[in-house]
Each structure stands twice: as structure tokens, then as C-alpha cells.
């Protein structure tokens, strides 16, 4: 139900974009977001976009640096990723929850797109 895409190898510096197509969602009905697992740690959240009002959250050691967004038509929702870090290496995530805040637990995930970042 939900297909993440666009990852890869990149430079330090350089930028990827991630995709992530839902399908069988009434897609405006979810909180949506990005979550990265490195090897060896714990998965965090990268990125969200809130169901009640579509604010947006950012991890700290992404902000400034990430963009998330959405189109609701298409129903997929997009990472831009600049300025990237060997230490953004990660398999990416995408998630949806009915209703979310981006409180709490997420329901639906995508199988991941892996990122790798070279220094």
C-alpha cells in the first residue's frame, strides 16, 4: 500500500529525493511521514506531516536540510534531501497513520528505499 522510491548512492553534499505512492488511502485522512534506520540503530523520524492541520515536523538533525511534501491528488508523499551527510545513510521509510498527529504509532509502512551517503 505504500511504495517508497528514489534512493540510492550519492557524494556528501549532494541531494536525493525521495517518493512514496500510496495506494487504497484516502490519503488526506493520514498523518504522514519519513523514518530512517541506520545500521545498528534505532529507526527515527525524519519527517511528518500532521493530519489535523498538515504542520509539519522535523527531526533535528535533519531540519534545514529536508523537505517534505505532499501531493494529495497523486497521493504521494516526497523527501527532498539536500546538503547530505554521510551519516544520512540510512534505509528510508515511509509511513501513515489514519487520523495522526504524528504522535505515537504508525500502521502502515512502505518496505524502505536505502540511502547511502560517500564522504
Known amino acids: 500500500q505504500l511504495q517508497a522510491s528514489g534512493g540510492g548512492l550519492v557524494q556528501a553534499g549532494g541531494s536525493l529525493r525521495l517518493s512514496c505512492k500510496a495506494s487504497?488511502?484516502?490519503?488526506?485522512?493520514?498523518?504522514v511521514g519519513w523514518f530512517r534506520q541506520a545500521p545498528g540503530k534505532e529507526r527515527e523520524g525524519v519527517s511528518c506531516?500532521?493530519?489535523?492541520?498538515?504542520?509539519?515536523i522535523y527531526g533535528d538533525l535533519v531540519k534545514g536540510r529536508f523537505t517534505i511534501s505532499t501531493d494529495y491528488a497523486k497521493k504521494i508523499l516526497y523527501l527532498q534531501m539536500n546538503s547530505l551527510k554521510p551519516e544520512d545513510t540510512a534505509v528510508y521509510y515511509c509511513?501513515?497513520?489514519?487520523?495522526?498527529?504524528?504522535?505515537?504509532?504508525?500502521?502502515?509502512w512502505g518496505p524502505g528505499t536505502q540511502v547511502t551517503v560517500s564522504s
Open positions: 509511513a501513515a497513520e489514519l487520523n495522526s498527529d504524528c504522535e505515537g504509532d504508525f500502521s502502515n
Open positions: 487504497r488511502f484516502i490519503f488526506d485522512s493520514y498523518g
Open positions: 506531516i500532521r493530519k489535523s492541520d498538515r504542520s509539519i
